[in-house]
């Protein structure tokens, strides 16, 4: 039988979605105020119209939506948009990074060391500052989940260094705090999409492959196929998965 922590009651957690402007963040905060939690997007972009869209949909399933401008590539930047979280919400049960970034696609020796350090930052240092600040709310209140994207590219790619690194050392990370907290009701894992449609793929392919991507499944995925995994793995529902990395890949 799960542990009876396990039954808090659904309906007052909280979710912080960083990078919720746009693409599978977004999804994400959707499909978590869906599922009856009120939901925080942090992003660099808070003026798109997307924005208010998003908080719109929150608000139309009867949840509080709450934007906070957050640059997760500096700590300082989190602990402020998490601390205004909690003034308005008085808790972070749920932590989503989707805040991400491709970098330059171009052969190894004609990056910069500059470009290299913009991926890392806010690819690998966003998620370690979001669990920094937010861990310690959960570890308190014995219950929370977690989870950050990684990417195929993780395997190696010879034209994005940069973003194949990251995904690598994030693979790592979450594995590395999927093992630290499970005793204490807190469950860190990761999302491996592949292919999901949104702006930081949508532009580097022709239509003809956005059409035919050449996967088992035959199609690209809406970021809304990768959010119904992110929620499962983020509800009361995962009682025994921290650490892993989920594929959402087409096949
Ligand atoms: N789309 C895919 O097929 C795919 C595949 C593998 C992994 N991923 C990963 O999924 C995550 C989400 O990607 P997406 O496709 O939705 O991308 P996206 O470009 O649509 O969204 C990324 C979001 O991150 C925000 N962001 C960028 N820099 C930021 C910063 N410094 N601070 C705060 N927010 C910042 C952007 O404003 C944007 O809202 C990324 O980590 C990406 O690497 C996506």
Redesign the pocket.
Known sequence: MPSLRFAAPVEERVALV?????????ACAVRFAEAGRHVAI????VDSSGVKETLSQIESFGRRGLCVA????SEQSVQSGVARVMENFGRIDILV??????GREAPFLEQTAEQFDRVM???VY?AYHAHQAVLPLMIERGWGRCV??????RFGNPNQVP?AVS?AA?HTLVQSLGAAHPRQGVFVNGV??????????IPRFSAEHLANPGNPIGR??D?EE?ADVVEFLCSERNTYTSGAIWPVKGG
Do not use: H, W
């Not at 960083?18 to 977004?26: E, K, L, S, V």
């Not at 957050?70 to 590539?73: A, E, G």
């Not at 491996?192 to 793929?201: A, H």
């Open positions: 960083t990078g919720g402007a746009n693409g599978i963040g977004r942090a992003d660099v972009d957050m640059d997760v590539t990074c989707a805040a991400g970034v491709f930052k806010i690819n966003g950050t994207f990684s990417s195929g590219a973003y995904k994030v491996e999409p592949s292919r999901s449609l949104t702006q930081m793929v690209y995925s970021p990768v």
